[in-house]
């Protein structure tokens, strides 16, 4: 059964910190895709990433970057020197190519950016 | 620019009158999705159209239809909305083609839905 855990309900940062927000999944086939999205105040859910099963190369898109690793079944997301524009509900979730568009997602993190 | 549009914004309805939200995309995708998200959850898919193909969850209620009469446009059906289906409902997008499935989804801005 496909399930993605994300453990942090709310994390609180001050501007420029740096901020790690956790994801991890449970999956039975062998492959799956894996996904961040970020959902702000106004309520649009915006793509971030897509990362397939078989590609576990780091990836670092300006003040973002995910570190996929395969052994521990965790796909985290870093932001680096947090703005408060960064503030939103960020969501991990899970595609296995067994059940074709199905995207089940974590149960979210709230990140509060404060100046 | 390309997007999803949800109509409307905002809607409010009487418990146990029928409502009907809409969708269209200029994005010419071929898969169309409808999510529930209540306050404070997760995003739960409730069905999605693969081209004309229909494909319900398994746990969707009955009081949920859909139609999507051409590739732009899908349609949110509530027949006899209760209380409990107040919430935000998410219109979502992507391009699936049989080498590259899985593709990322393009939401709208969601048409949040209160029950009177």
């Known amino acids: 059964a496909q399930k993605v855990t994300q453990a942090q309900t709310e994390i609180s940062v001050v501007e420029k910190e740096d901020v790690t927000l956790d994801c991890v999944y449970e999956t039975r086939d062998t492959t799956y895709y894996l996904f961040w999205y970020k959902q702000p105040p106004s309520g649009e859910l915006v793509f971030l990433i897509r990362r397939n099963s078989f590609d576990e190369q780091n990836e670092i898109s300006g003040r973002y970057s995910w570190n996929f690793q395969k052994s521990t079944s965790s796909f985290n997301f870093t932001i680096t020197a947090s703005q408060v524009v960064d503030s939103a509900v960020y969501f991990c979730a899970l595609s296995e190519a067994t059940y074709g568009n199905k995207l089940v997602f974590g149960a979210g993190t709230i990140l509060r950016v404060k100046s | 620019d390309a997007m999803v549009i949800q109509n409307p914004r905002y809607q409010v309805t009487q418990f146990g009158k029928p409502v009907t939200l809409s969708c269209s995309q200029t994005l010419n995708h071929n898969v169309m999705y409808w999510y529930q998200q209540k306050s404070s959850q997760a995003p739960k898919l409730l069905f999605h159209?693969?081209?004309?193909?229909?494909?319900n969850e398994a746990d969707t209620p009955d009081n949920f239809q859909s139609r999507r009469p051409n590739t732009s446009f899908c349609f949110l059906d509530i027949r006899s909305p209760g209380l409990g289906d107040a919430a935000m409902y998410l219109c979502a997008t992507s391009r699936d083609k049989g080498q590259q499935p899985n593709q990322p989804q393009h939401f709208g801005d969601g048409t949040r839905l209160s029950i009177l």
């Open positions: 159209y693969y081209d004309k193909d229909f494909n």
